[in-house]
């Protein structure tokens, strides 16, 4: 089975921290991704990596950054949080190159900023 | 832009009823289709996915789902429902980046399902 996992389920932060959000996948996947999810407004696509040090904007990358170092693992940062970036954050993890590529999530990471 | 559309924020079914769950996408070509599933404190779990050939489409847990190109719609539905199946579902459109490199989903906004003994 594909494992996504994320370093934390709950993190508390103020406003002003440098947050790091780590994700790890277990399956040799290219692709990851950062989503966000609110309530009402389902999940937003923050960035995408398709291959290790290569990235690209989703719909909100605004006061976020990635960092993709080695391909098992995709961290999200949060330069200077602030409290309209609490959340709960989702990676997931697909392969390249077959129909309808599934993408497998991890179990999230709910961002309280103080 | 894409953009999928859940009409209904919340339904209400008794245990046994049958259930469908509406999705509408806004896309100019037949996109590939996605029903995900989040139970409550965890990630999403991939219940069905549509991208060619027949356009009713089997998944997981006894879920179906139709895709009608004339509607621009991708149902879910389920004949008799158990209390287990109380979460939230999400419909996905599932489109390449402009790299070409792989697909991005775009999510709608949700429906939190609710089961009554």
């Known amino acids: 089975d594909v494992k996504v996992t994320q370093s934390s389920r709950y993190l508390v932060k103020r406003t002003g921290e440098k947050v790091f959000l780590e994700c790890v996948q277990d399956m040799d996947h290219e692709n990851m991704f950062w989503y966000r999810q609110d309530p009402g407004l389902g999940l937003r696509l923050i960035y995408f990596?398709?291959?290790?040090?290569?990235?690209e904007k989703g719909d909100i990358p605004e006061g976020y950054s990635v960092s993709r170092e080695k391909k098992e693992r995709f961290s999200l940062i949060l330069e200077s949080a602030s409290t309209n970036q609490t959340s709960m954050y989702l990676c997931a993890s697909s392969p390249v190159g077959t129909p309808g590529e599934t993408q497998y999530f991890g179990p999230g990471t709910r961002l309280l900023v103080l | 832009a894409q953009s999928v559309t859940q009409p209904d924020i919340h339904i209400t079914v008794s245990e046994g009823a049958s259930l469908e769950l509406r999705c509408n996408y806004s896309?100019?070509?037949?996109?590939?289709l996605f029903w995900y599933v989040q139970s409550p404190g965890q990630g999403l779990q991939l219940l069905l996915k549509y991208f060619s050939g027949d356009t009713l489409v089997q998944g997981i847990k006894g879920f179906e789902a139709e895709f009608k190109r004339s509607q621009s719609s991708f149902n879910l539905r389920k004949p008799s429902v158990h209390w287990s199946d109380a979460a939230e579902y999400f419909c996905?459109?599932?489109?390449?980046?402009?790299?070409?490199?792989?697909?991005?989903?775009?999510f709608g906004s949700g429906t939190q399902l609710t089961v009554l003994p």
């Open positions: 996905a459109v599932g489109l390449f980046f402009s790299s070409g490199s792989a697909r991005q989903l775009t």
């Open positions: 896309y100019g070509a037949t996109p590939y």
């Open positions: 990596s398709y291959d290790v040090k290569m990235k």
